[in-house]
């Protein structure tokens, strides 16, 4: 495919899982993540998690738990290298009246035509 074709479905890969995040939507979280124990998830504060059965054992507490987020993302920007594609960007979590900034990458191989996401990482940004 050509890099901006691969640009833009990376990007509408990241915004589903985003999506997915704010309508607490387990079933499209499971959609855009590879199915395997290669994939690593590590959330502000939490251990390292890795492989199918804990990444989406920490989704299900989270898309359950009481927070009600809303992402506001900026600084975005997109890389491709073959079948490989990351995100870097901020995620502006918006919760009631609390608000804070968390510095995200997103990674994705390909899987025939749609972009699984493999890694994620989001550490907090200090004030």
Same mark, same amino acid.
């Given at each position: 495919?050509?890099?901006?074709?691969?640009?833009?479905?990376?990007?509408?890969?990241?915004?589903?899982?985003?999506?997915?995040?704010?309508?607490?939507?387990? +079933?499209?979280?499971?959609? %855009?993540?590879?199915?395997? *124990?290669?994939? /690593?998830?590590?959330?502000? =504060? !939490?251990?390292? #998690?890795?492989?199918?059965?804990?990444?989406?054992?920490?989704?299900?507490?989270?898309?359950?738990?009481? +927070?009600?987020?809303?992402? %506001?993302?900026?600084?975005? *920007?997109?890389? /491709?290298?073959?079948?490989? =594609? !990351?995100?870097? #960007?901020?995620?502006?979590?918006?919760?009631?009246?609390?608000?804070?900034?968390?510095?995200?990458?997103?990674?994705?191989?390909?899987?025939?035509?749609?972009?699984?996401?493999?890694?994620?990482?989001?550490?907090?940004?200090?004030?």
């Amino acid at each position: 495919m050509e890099p901006d074709v691969d640009n833009v479905t990376i990007r509408a890969a990241n915004q589903r899982f985003y999506d997915a995040h704010e309508n607490r939507d387990l +079933a499209a979280m499971e959609a %855009i993540w590879e199915h395997s *124990e290669r994939i /690593v998830c590590i959330h502000p =504060g !939490w251990p390292i #998690l890795r492989g199918w059965r804990d990444v989406m054992a920490s989704w299900q507490r989270i898309l359950a738990g009481p +927070a009600r987020n809303q992402f %506001i993302l900026t600084n975005l *920007e997109v890389g /491709v290298d073959g079948d490989l =594609g !990351w995100v870097t #960007l901020d995620e502006n979590l918006m919760d009631g009246p609390a608000t804070s900034t968390v510095a995200a990458t997103n990674l994705f191989i390909r899987d025939g035509t749609e972009w699984r996401m493999i890694h994620h990482h989001g550490s907090p940004v200090m004030r």
